[in-house]
């Protein structure tokens, strides 16, 4: 899906190896007084229309030149990082990945979930200085259910490959309220956990001109129904671009766990 990034990624300058060798108990030993880093998240990611999962990491705080994510039980390693050249001087702060995204007929849920299980995982990193740093981060396999979504008032199409033709300005995206977690009784979903409420923490609406890199985004509230596309977009949709507009609306829980909806229309002449 590749969306997050338009709200937590950052460019990464200088060179980054990743350390296969293993690393000596001490460098890593737990203690109490371990710095924390600022943001830790790790999360799922569901792109419902596409069918298909994949893991995301935010980790940001105190410049460091290790770090090592892992998740319970032994050598159960997840990401390693060692820096090197001048960069290792300068040390980085902040670091988002996001995973291959494969579709569920090449990796279906349950052997995804298998692959990344649930449960506690570590972020643990040496700053510059040779403190260390180290964050717990809970992941869980509940994701929310897809928001139903509507342009205009009028059904949002399923896909991209049949867009909702002949939408007039301005464009109102609205969406019904997100209150459970996927439906494991759906053909192709029964690798997830039972359904179960869930807490929304936000809705993302991401509006952009397919293969362009022009775009708009917003993060919501939970209590928010409707995002109005902003004009300047549509406006150059319209005149360079044919009137194609596609549109994405995420639901993320309070895991940091998110599902997004894609779908696409065509303003009207």
Request: negative net charge.
């Amino acid at each position: 899906m590749n969306r997050t990034y338009r709200t937590l990624s950052t460019m990464l300058g200088g060179f980054v190896a990743v350390a296969l060798t293993i690393t000596s108990p001490s460098a890593w030993s737990d203690d109490d007084d371990d710095m924390g880093f600022d943001e830790h998240e790790i999360f799922f990611e569901l792109n419902y229309t596409d069918e298909d999962l994949g893991i995301h990491a935010l980790i940001d705080g105190e410049a460091w030149k290790r770090l090592k994510i892992e998740g319970e039980g032994k050598h159960r390693k997840l990401l390693d990082i060692r820096i090197k050249g001048n960069l290792r001087k300068q040390g980085l702060t902040e670091l988002f990945f996001e995973s291959a995204e494969p579709e569920f007929e090449d990796l279906n849920p349950a052997a995804f979930f298998a692959r990344f299980p649930a449960g506690i995982y570590n972020a643990k990193g040496v700053t510059l200085e040779g403190d260390k740093l180290k964050s717990e981060m809970e992941i869980t396999h509940l994701l929310p259910a897809p928001a139903e979504t509507f342009v205009n008032g009028m059904e949002a199409a399923e896909d991209c490959d049949t867009p909702l033709m002949g939408v007039m300005r301005p464009v109102d995206i609205t969406w019904g309220e997100v209150e459970s977690s996927i439906d494991n009784t759906e053909e192709g979903f029964e690798g997830f956990p039972p359904t179960a409420d869930i807490e929304v923490v936000n809705y993302q609406v991401v509006a952009e001109i397919d293969e362009e890199p022009f775009n708009v985004s917003a993060i919501l509230g939970p209590d928010a129904r409707s995002f109005v596309i902003p004009a300047e977009l549509l406006d150059l949709a319209a005149d360079e671009f044919g009137g194609a507009v596609k549109f994405e609306v995420l639901v993320r829980e309070e895991s940091f766990n998110q599902t997004g909806v894609e779908s696409c229309f065509v303003l009207a002449p």
